[in-house]
């Protein structure tokens, strides 16, 4: 499966993105699908998957509330949804899928899949 991830943007504090996945080569509903984010001398750290059902979601603690994962099926994308933006954002941001399972992994090493990133700057 490819990924090709795109949406991010300059944004001031408090603004909003989506940011886009689109998933191409193999059955959309085979993957649960993620996002994780890397800014500079930091890890990648992991933001929010979905099922590849769309009926079961999990984030980071530090995005609850803010940021909404989501999948349409018809166009074979999976959606971050990104609101009150802040500084702490800022990141490229990286798409990932994993052959489903029963599990809304965390951790970079369980996705076998990544998108190219997509830089998010929050202006304060």
């Known amino acids: 499966v490819q990924l090709q991830a795109s949406g991010g943007g300059l944004v001031q504090a408090g603004g909003s993105l989506r940011l886009s996945c689109k998933f191409s080569?193999?059955?959309?509903?085979?993957?649960?699908g993620g996002w994780f984010r890397q800014a500079p001398g930091v890890e990648r750290e992991f933001v929010a998957a979905?099922?590849?059902?769309?009926?079961?979601?999990n984030y980071a603690d530090s995005v609850k509330g803010r940021f909404t994962i989501s999948r349409d099926s018809d166009k074979n994308t999976v959606y971050l949804q990104m609101n009150s933006l802040n500084a702490e954002d800022t990141a490229v941001y990286y798409c990932a899928a994993r052959l489903r399972g029963g599990t809304l992994y965390t951790a970079p090493n369980r996705y076998n899949y990544w998108g190219q990133g997509t830089q998010v700057t929050v202006s304060s």
């Open positions: 979905v099922s590849w059902s769309g009926g079961r979601t």
């Open positions: 080569g193999r059955a959309f509903s085979s993957y649960d």
